[in-house]
């Protein structure tokens, strides 16, 4: 018998794959959506300016070196992917905090070091939900599978 296709809970990681303009980011939003963002603060890390996320209403910037947020509510920070050590940083900062979604457009931009991987593995434990879009599979830590 064939499983039956399920929706990931809110609460479990997502990987979206796809070859550009396949709606990677328009499912990706839709699965945000049903986010718990009421109730916890869910950050987007848009690393290219995206016209949909931008579109998003109540979504409050961020910066990158500013506090995570611990209100509720959808958030958007935008940092330059060549600013490795600060995203490292903010990525450190929200696993250290908890209870935080996380939302990451062109995953495939993030720097390959230790918090996404740690905010991988923990953050079921963490409540760090995490969707993450890419269109280059090869490019992003494995254990976005997992």
Same mark, same amino acid.
């Given at each position: 018998?064939?499983?039956?296709? +399920? ?6 990681? #997502?990987?979206?794959?796809? #070859?550009?303009? $396949?709606?990677?980011?328009? @499912?990706?939003? !839709? ?10 603060? !869910? &950050? #987007?890390? =848009?690393?290219?300016?995206?016209? @949909?996320?931008?579109?998003? %209403? ?8 500013? $506090?995570? /947020?611990?209100? /509720?509510?959808? *958030? ?12 490292? %940083?903010?990525? *450190? +900062?929200?696993?250290?905090?908890? !209870?935080?979604?996380? *939302? &990451? =457009?062109?995953? !495939? ?8 991987? %740690? ?7 963490? +409540?760090?939900? $995490? ?6 599979? &090869?490019?992003? /830590? +494995?254990?976005?599978?997992?």
């Amino acid at each position: 018998m064939p499983k039956q296709f +399920r929706w990931p809970n809110t609460d479990e990681h #997502c990987a979206i794959l796809g #070859c550009t303009g $396949s709606g990677k980011t328009t @499912l990706a939003s !839709y699965v945000l959506s049903e986010a718990p963002f009421h109730v916890m603060p !869910y &950050v #987007c890390v =848009d690393m290219k300016g995206d016209e @949909l996320l931008g579109s998003i %209403n109540h979504l409050r910037e961020i910066g990158l070196h500013e $506090s995570i /947020p611990t209100q /509720p509510g959808l *958030y958007v920070v935008r940092p330059l992917p060549s600013d490795v050590d600060g995203i490292e %940083n903010w990525l *450190y +900062r929200l696993w250290k905090q908890e !209870y935080t979604g996380l *939302y &990451v =457009d062109e995953a !495939y931009l993030l720097p390959d070091k230790v918090w996404v991987r %740690n905010i991988l593995a923990q953050g079921r434990s963490k +409540r760090i939900p $995490s969707i993450f879009a890419s269109q280059r599979p &090869v490019d992003i /830590p +494995r254990s976005i599978f997992t």
